[in-house]
C-alpha cells in the first residue's frame, strides 16, 4: 500500500537541489550587479575581493550579465603601467528610471528616480477632490503621469517599473481600488483607467496602498528593528506590522486596517457597517470637525486642514485641543490593543500623527499591565515617523529597485 505521506514523483531531491542551486546564481547575479552600482566600473579580480565570490564565477556571472545588456565591458586599461592591460565591468543598464505615482486626496505626485536613486523628476497637481468622480481624478493622475514620463523620455531613459500608490485598501485580481471613503469611491481599477489614458506605460505596473509602503520605508531606516508596527492618518487611519522582519499581510491581505478596530462597542456605525471603528472616533474628519475645521478642510483640502489642526493643537487653542485631547483616548486604547497583540519594539507614527507622538503617549502609558513582570510586558518606544509625505513614495521606489537588484537580468533591455 502506498504511503499516505508518499511524495509524488521520484525527481524530488534532484529539483529541489537545482532550485537551491538556482537561487544561488539569482543571489550571485545580484551581488555582482549591487557591487557595480555601489562602486561604480571595476575589474573582474576587484568584484570577487569585494563580493567574496571566486574568480571563476565573477566570470561566469558577468558573462551571463553582458550577454543580458545588464553589465558590459570598458576597452582593455593599463593598470597603474604594470601588467597585462585589464577590462573593466561597468553596468549598462544606467539608462533605466523608476516611476512611483501617487493619489491621496488632495492631488496627484509623480516621482522618477534612477537606479542608483537619483530624482529624474518630480510632478504634482491638484484635483480638487471631485467627490464619487473616478473618471476626473484618473485624467488628473494620467496628466501627472503623462509629465514625468516625458521627463523620463527627455532624460534618455526608459521606464522599468511604475508603482501607484494609493489611500485605500486594494485587493483583487486584477488589483483594484476596493473602497476609498475620502473620494467616495467603490471599486475603481486605476491601472485600467491609467493605461486607457496613457501610452508606453511600461508592462510592469503595481497598485499597492500607501500605508504598507511607508511602514516599510520606515522600517529600512531602522537597521536591527525586527518587529513595528506603523500607525497613521492623514487619509483615513491606517497601518501595518512587520513581527521578525516580515509584513503581516493576513490571508485577505488585510491586516493593518487599525482605522476598523472596533474600540467603541456602543458607537457609531462606520461606512465599513461596523459599530464603533477607531475612524468614527479618532478619524481626521471627525477630528476636524469637532477642531471647527471643516470648512477650512471643505475649501483647502485635507493635508492643509490637518496642518492648522497641528499648529493650534501646539499654540493651545482650546477647540483644537479638546478635539485631539477626545481623539487620543482612543488612539491610545487601540495602541494597547495593538502592543498586546503584535509585541513590537517600536511603534512609528505618520502622516500628521508624527506631530503629536508626545500627545499620546500618556493615553498610551496610563493603563499597562501591572502583574508580570517589566520584562515580559516591557512597552513598545513610541517614535515619530521621519520620512512625512514621502514616506510611501519612497517606499514604492525602493521595493521596486530592490526587486530589480534582486534578479538583474529584469534590466536586460530586450525583455
Ligand atoms: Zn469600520
Redesign the pocket.
Known amino acids: 500500500m502506498r504511503s499516505y505521506l508518499h511524495e509524488q514523483g521520484g525527481g524530488r531531491g534532484s529539483e529541489r537541489a537545482s532550485l537551491v542551486s538556482e537561487d544561488v546564481r539569482r543571489r550571485n547575479l545580484s551581488l555582482v550587479t549591487l557591487d557595480l552600482l555601489e562602486n561604480g566600473p571595476r575589474s573582474r579580480s576587484r568584484i570577487a575581493d569585494s563580493t567574496g565570490l571566486t574568480r571563476g564565477s565573477v566570470t561566469a556571472l558577468s558573462a551571463a550579465l553582458v550577454e543580458a545588456g545588464v553589465v558590459r565591458e570598458s576597452e582593455p586599461l593599463l593598470d597603474g603601467g604594470k601588467g597585462r592591460p585589464v577590462t573593466h565591468l561597468l553596468l549598462a543598464a544606467d539608462d533605466v528610471a523608476f516611476v512611483a505615482l501617487q493619489l491621496d486626496a488632495d492631488r496627484a505626485e509623480g516621482v522618477a528616480v534612477t537606479l542608483s536613486g537619483d530624482v529624474l523628476a518630480r510632478r504634482t497637481q491638484h484635483h480638487g477632490r471631485p467627490m464619487g468622480r473616478p473618471e476626473l481624478i484618473l485624467d488628473v493622475l494620467a496628466a501627472v503621469a503623462t509629465q514625468v514620463l516625458a521627463d523620463v523620455e527627455e532624460a534618455g531613459r526608459r521606464v522599468i517599473d511604475l508603482s501607484v500608490v494609493v489611500f485605500a485598501p486594494v485587493g483583487g485580481d486584477p488589483v483594484v481600488v476596493l473602497a476609498d471613503t475620502d473620494l467616495q469611491w467603490g471599486r475603481v481599477d486605476v491601472l485600467r483607467g491609467l493605461r486607457d489614458r496613457v501610452p508606453g506605460l511600461p508592462a510592469s505596473m503595481r497598485l499597492q496602498p500607501d500605508a504598507t509602503l511607508a511602514a516599510l520605508a520606515e522600517l529600512r531606516l531602522r537597521p536591527g528593528i525586527l518587529d513595528l508596527v506603523y500607525l497613521k492618518s492623514n487619509s483615513g487611519i491606517g497601518g501595518a506590522a512587520f513581527v521578525d522582519g516580515r509584513l503581516v499581510a493576513g490571508s485577505h491581505e488585510a491586516a493593518g486596517a487599525f482605522?476598523?478596530l472596533?474600540v467603541d462597542f456602543a458607537g457609531d456605525l462606520?461606512?465599513?457597517?461596523?459599530r464603533g471603528?477607531?475612524?468614527?472616533v479618532a478619524g481626521p474628519d471627525v477630528v476636524l470637525e469637532r477642531a471647527g475645521l471643516r470648512p477650512l478642510m471643505l475649501d483647502s483640502g485635507l493635508t492643509l486642514a490637518l496642518e492648522e489642526l497641528v499648529s493650534r493643537i501646539a499654540a493651545g487653542e482650546s477647540d483644537a485641543v479638546r478635539a485631539w485631547h477626545d481623539a487620543a483616548v482612543w488612539i491610545g486604547r487601540a495602541l494597547q490593543i495593538i502592543v498586546r497583540s503584535f509585541d513590537p519594539a517600536v511603534v512609528v507614527f505618520g502622516g500628521y500623527w508624527a506631530e503629536l507622538v508626545d500627545t499620546l503617549r500618556p493615553a498610551f502609558l496610563r493603563d499597562q499591565p501591572t502583574l508580570v513582570g517589566a520584562d515580559t510586558w516591557a512597552v513598545a518606544v513610541l517614535e515619530a515617523g521621519v520620512l512625512g509625505q514621502d514616506a510611501a513614495l519612497r517606499g514604492a521606489l525602493w521595493s521596486a529597485r530592490a526587486a530589480v537588484l534582486e534578479e538583474p537580468l529584469l534590466l536586460d533591455p530586450a525583455r
Open positions: 482605522g476598523h472596533p462606520c461606512d465599513c457597517g461596523q471603528c477607531l475612524v468614527t
